[in-house]
T-cell receptor, first 113, second 116 residues
């Protein structure tokens, strides 16, 4: 009954290959987010969306694209994966606004070799 | 700029002992920051532990508490008696509107290990 689910949970990709991380939410939230989390860093925002058809750049968008085909789904796309993109990626949904709570998926661990 | 600092990357505490995880923030462009603690248990995603949206107020949940101190720009997480099940990664975060857009900024996280 998890409200935010990510797939795949684990992925090994080759340098230069294409990787798609998928996220599905059943919260009916307008806003969705992709973060990456690296040791020694907080979560850093890559892309976000205000609703179907909308994608916005976050703080570290270089090397990533995003797609929001529906209210429920938000994908993160690495067209040409690089070893520096090895990380744990988290998807989240929220209602928006200053005090809003984010609801996170379990994370996707990506290793680029 | 706006930032959140957690000075301890790892904290180890014995069961039933008290705990403080430090969090300080800088909100130079966010006028009215809201403060959060999120927790990530092993194998799970982050989940909200507590939040406080008004300076001077205290939030509490699951025996944890944190006070939004605007004077010291701090939001330390405390618990009087930890349990082994509290072992997790704790993230302090602040949110607010800066230059017309919403920001959510996380600290680097503190790994808490509670020893039996």
């Amino acid at each position: 009954e998890a409200a935010v689910t990510q797939s795949p949970r684990n992925k090994v990709a080759v340098t230069g290959g294409k990787v798609t991380l998928s996220c599905n939410q059943t919260n009916n939230h307008n806003n969705m987010y992709w973060y990456r989390q690296d040791t020694g860093h907080g979560l850093r925002l890559i892309h976000y969306s205000y609703g179907a058809g909308s994608t916005e750049k976050g703080d570290i968008p270089d090397g990533y694209k995003a797609s929001r085909p529906s209210q429920e789904n938000f994908s993160l796309i690495l067209e040409l994966a690089t070893p520096s993109q090895t990380s744990v990626y988290f998807c989240a949904s929220g209602t928006g606004g200053s005090g809003n709570t984010l609801y996170f998926g379990e994370g996707s661990r990506l290793i680029v070799v | 700029g706006d930032s959140v600092t957690q000075t301890e990357g790892q904290v180890t505490v014995s069961e039933s002992k008290s705990l403080i995880i430090n969090c300080t923030y800088s909100a130079t462009s966010i006028a009215y920051p809201n403060l959060f603690w999120y927790v990530r248990y092993p194998g799970e995603g982050l989940q909200l532990l507590l939040k406080v949206i008004t300076a001077g107020q205290k939030g509490s949940s699951r025996g944890f508490e944190a006070t939004y101190n605007k004077e010291t720009t701090s939001f330390h997480l405390q618990k009087a008696s930890v349990q082994e099940s509290d072992s997790a990664v704790y993230y302090c975060a602040l949110s607010g509107v800066s230059s017309g857009s919403w920001q959510l900024i996380f600290g680097s996280g503190t790994q808490l290990t509670v020893m039996p």
